[in-house]
Each structure stands twice: as structure tokens, then as C-alpha cells.
């Protein structure tokens, strides 16, 4: 049987301040403030290819080209956009939440910031987002949740879209979920802060390599909101637009640009 040797003190020692002194220039390296949140009612979208609706209960999925916007609109309270992404091409590759959020020093994934692979290159960028009401921590609705017996759960959703794209359970990871405004109190407790919503919040996304997606409109789990009635998402599919050398989400943090240099090696 192997033995546990105690760590000496000075090597934890060491190693806090390593990670501190990480921690310190990568916070250094971030906007000092994030921009302002997107205008409310969202403007017209532009250079449309196609948009659909998701009614309340339904999954989607879809393919979206390098630098393609997605755009993700609630219309009313209650909808919710949990959402999981895949590199095309190689569909080993699919979104990181743990990795994204270690990466930028937070958990407030919204306008501004990027959401990267589990091989270190960014996948989709946030570039609008009116609400920054996002969970990026407590995933979707459960199988069979009882206050929702007219749907099926977010797992059970995503489990169809994963057939549908030729994927297994296995290739779904932890799952972003738009419009959902989960906070954390003092305590360590997750709660559900709806004053953050307007009920026609919407989020773009940009995508940063040939990717597929899926997204489930399902009630998240800690919304109040009782009842089968979920409403729709719109979902629309814009052309590519130029990309500025001053883009925030490209230059927010070390960790994005260096995310980028690994899309540009790919």
C-alpha cells in the first residue's frame, strides 16, 4: 500500500504564492471594467441566414462556420438556453467550463468574454449580452424533475441532440446556460437573482472555429417559476463580420490571447 507523505510547509507555502503571483498577473492583464451590458430591445439582426424558433421543452442543433454570430433570444421569463459546443472536424474537442472559467478568473461568463476547448483554444466568444445572466456552475434541468412532468429535463434533451449529431453521452460536457441568473451568496449557496432578467434578454455568440452546437429550452432548475409553460427562443444565424485588432474578447486577458495563437496554429 503506498504511504501518504505530509507536504512540509514551506513546499505549500511555495506553492500558495506561486499560484497567488499567477493569480495577480492575470487579473493585472484583464480589462479593469467589462463593457456595458447589450442594448434592450435587441436591435435588428443583420446579415441573417436563417433564424428558427425553439419552443419551451425543445432541444436544437445546428452548425455554425468560423466567425458565424449566433444569436440566442428569450421571449419571456422562463426560457433558458443551456448550450454545449463541439470543434468540427474533431468533435473530441468540445467546450471546457472548468477550464474556461479558471482561465479568466471567473464565472461570469458574459459579453466580453470567451469560452475556450479542453485543448486550450477558444471556441465561441461572447460578444453582446444585455443581461450577463449566465450559469456557467449548476447545468440544466435533471432527468425527470418533478415540477416540469409535461418536458423532458435538459439531460434528456441533449441526449437526443447528442444522437442526432452522432454523439454519446460521454461526449457531453458541462453545459453553459443563457438567461439563467444564478448567483452565489455569502454562504457558498447557489440563488436564482431575477431582477438581472427583462424577459427579452438576448446574447450573440461568435464562433471562433468551425463548430456544432446544441441547446436545450428547458426551465432551469432553481428558477421559482412554476408551471409547464416555457417560452420560446429564437434562434438566428448571422454572416461573418470583421473582427477590429482592438476586439475585447480577443484581447481581455493573457489567457484569451493565448487561446487565440492556438486557434491561429491549428
Avoid at 479542453?118 to 435533471?142: F, Q
Avoid at 424533475?145 to 441526449?159: G, V
Amino acid at each position: 500500500m503506498l504511504q501518504h507523505t505530509p507536504r512540509k510547509p514551506e513546499t505549500i507555502a511555495a506553492d500558495r504564492a506561486r499560484y497567488e503571483d499567477h493569480q495577480r498577473r492575470g487579473l493585472e492583464a484583464a480589462p479593469s471594467a467589462m463593457p456595458q451590458p447589450s442594448p434592450l430591445p435587441a436591435p435588428a439582426p443583420e446579415g441573417v441566414i436563417w433564424d428558427e424558433t425553439v419552443p419551451g421543452g425543445w432541444y436544437y442543433t445546428a452548425r455554425l462556420q468560423k466567425g458565424e454570430i449566433l444569436r440566442l433570444q428569450a421571449n419571456g421569463f422562463g426560457a433558458s438556453a443551456s448550450f454545449a459546443a463541439w470543434r468540427e472536424g474533431d468533435v473530441t474537442e468540445r467546450q471546457n467550463l472548468p477550464d474556461t472559467c479558471k482561465l479568466q478568473w471567473t464565472t461570469d461568463l458574459k459579453k466580453g468574454r470567451v469560452v475556450f476547448s479542453d485543448m486550450g483554444r477558444v471556441l465561441y466568444s461572447i460578444i453582446e449580452d444585455s443581461a450577463g445572466a449566465n450559469d456557467a456552475l449548476s447545468g440544466g434541468m435533471p432527468a425527470r424533475a418533478p415540477f416540469t412532468p409535461a418536458f423532458r429535463s435538459t439531460r434528456e434533451n441533449m441526449i437526443l441532440a447528442l444522437a442526432k449529431l452522432g454523439l454519446g453521452k460521454r461526449d457531453l460536457p458541462a453545459l453553459l446556460t443563457f438567461f439563467a441568473p444564478v448567483r452565489v451568496d455569502d454562504k457558498g449557496q447557489f440563488f436564482w437573482n431575477e431582477s438581472l432578467l427583462s424577459g427579452q434578454d438576448w446574447v450573440e455568440l461568435r464562433a471562433e472555429e468551425d463548430m456544432i452546437y446544441a441547446l436545450s429550452n428547458t426551465r432551469h432548475p432553481l428558477d421559482p417559476t412554476t408551471g409547464p409553460d416555457v417560452p420560446a427562443l429564437t434562434v438566428t444565424r448571422m454572416t461573418a463580420r470583421a473582427v477590429q485588432q482592438d476586439d475585447l474578447c480577443r484581447n481581455a486577458t493573457a489567457e484569451a490571447i493565448r487561446g487565440f495563437e492556438n486557434n491561429a496554429r491549428a
